[in-house]
């Protein structure tokens, strides 16, 4: 790999499209007819492939984006704003009849963020619908949102990744959905990943109750390479078939939490593309979902791959 392929690596995501709408801080939920006045209203491109996306190239990466939006005045939004960001859409069909993907999330004082949802075009699109994707030339691949996806059959989604690693990119999974909708045979997916990287919320939906060590144990017998599990201000725990890591979290005052997981995602999968042993990939990570926490909106405050450097090197580290 040339240094400009190592600096700025091709990466795609493929998955789920969502434009969220954000307001904080929402503390009570008016009556009637009466308003409440916020600090701020925001709309950003958000999702497991989306939001990965925009925090892909924020930090440098050549990125390209598969997936599925309606054929609506949101879906041109939320192309337009990935155009923006220079994601190439092109692999992002429009579906007829069908809305874009769309999610309001009321943000409160503590970065809770309880959302109302519209599935939309993730929930109708089909392999057939999408080529599926020609992924060889990526030096990565994040697949995130397959369990919102009902059309996208496993087989389908098996095929995709072991072709993507056929041609020499590192696959990353990880999925959309809160646990109460996760099931078991979602794990069928895990063999096709390098990285799996659940929250520990997602983990235990999937595999039981257990420590983080626990359950990412149990998710590795399932096939995947290696499992890193995101705890919030707990930090994260990496396990592959030698050792286990624990990274902390950094100490942030939190705005909002949406988004932190898909820069965590982006941000590993990014460093390790670029070489970086697993230990600075997973500090770069969780600076990177600090940074987010900090902020209204899926990016929130992450910005450049050097202001994040920067952010690891002097932030201070959440102590238990």
């Known amino acids: 790999m040339n240094d400009d ?6 990466i795609a995501t493929v998955g789920v499209h969502i434009l969220d709408t954000l307001g904080a801080p929402v503390d009570h939920l008016p009556s009637g007819q009466s ?31 598969f997936g ?8 041109a939004f939320l192309l337009g704003s990935l ?20 999610s309001i999330l009321l943000v409160r004082p503590n970065g809770d963020r309880p959302a109302l949802h519209v599935r939309g075009a993730n929930a109708v ?47 990353s999974l990880d999925f959309q959905s809160s646990a109460q909708w996760l099931e078991a045979p979602l794990l069928e997916l895990l063999p096709g990943a390098d990285y799996f990287m659940p929250n520990l919320e997602q983990a235990i939906g999937l595999v039981g109750p257990g420590t983080p060590e626990e359950v990412s144990e149990r998710l590795l017998d399932h096939g995947p390479r290696a499992v890193v599990v995101t705890c919030g201000e707990l930090g994260a725990v990496y396990r592959d078939a030698e050792r286990v890591v624990h990274q902390p979290a ?36 969780s600076g990177a979902a600090a940074l987010v926490a900090s902020g209204l909106g899926s990016d929130g405050h992450l910005s450049t791959w050097d202001r994040l450097e920067e952010f690891v090197r002097t932030a201070p580290l959440l102590t238990s």
């Not at 950094?250 to 995602?265: L, M, N, R």
């Not at 941000?267 to 670029?274: D, K, Q, S």
Request: hydrophobic share 45%; aromatic share 4%; proline share 3%.
């Open 125 to 171: 699109v089909s392999w057939d619908d999408l080529g599926p994707p020609d992924l060889s030339g990526f030096a990565g691949v994040h697949v995130g949102g397959l369990d919102a996806m009902a059309g996208l059959d496993r087989t389908g989604s098996l095929a995709l990744m072991a072709a993507a690693r056929a041609a020499g990119a590192t696959v």
């Open 250 to 285: 950094y100490a942030v005052d939190v705005v909002d939490t949406t988004g932190c997981g898909d820069s965590f995602c982006a941000t590993f999968l990014l460093a390790t593309v670029r070489g970086l042993a697993t230990e600075e990939s997973l500090r770069l990570a």
């Open 35 to 65: 308003s409440l006045r916020l600090r701020e209203i925001r709309v950003a491109p958000a999702g497991t492939a989306a939001g990965v996306a925009v925090d892909l190239a924020m930090l440098g990466a050549d990125v390209a984006t």
């Open 83 to 102: 155009a923006n960001h220079g994601i190439d859409t092109s692999g992002v069909v429009r579906i007829p009849d069908v809305q874009t993907s769309a």
């Open 68 to 75: 599925a939006v309606g054929k609506d005045e949101i879906g």
């Open 5 to 10: 392929h190592r600096t700025h690596p091709r």
